[in-house]
């Protein structure tokens, strides 16, 4: 079960976008992500009219690993690490912090 998932909110821990927050978009592999705003670069990228692009500086997020990042937990406004607990059964995912669940 992974602890950080699509459409969750983190703020980035380490690296030139420290203490940036964003929503999670996507899960590249098991170890990166890409968050909305955070690792952004400039990319010169070529007119291609078959696939009707045009070309210029196009601005692009990459990936960045997760263990720069942590949740945001809206009730402290701080990050918080996360724990998986066994509820009924069930894997929960759960905020080290206050003891929140998560859905």
Sequence with gaps: MNKI???????VLSGRDK?????VLARVDDTHL???GVNEVKKHQKPNPMKGEVG???TKTMPIDQSNVSLFDKATGKPSRVAIKKVDGKSVRV???TGAELA
């Design 56 to 58: 210029g500086v196009v």
């Design 34 to 36: 890409l968050v909305e």
């Design 19 to 23: 203490g940036k927050r964003g929503v």
């Design 95 to 97: 905020l080290v912090a």
């Design 5 to 11: 998932r699509k459409g969750d909110e983190v703020v």
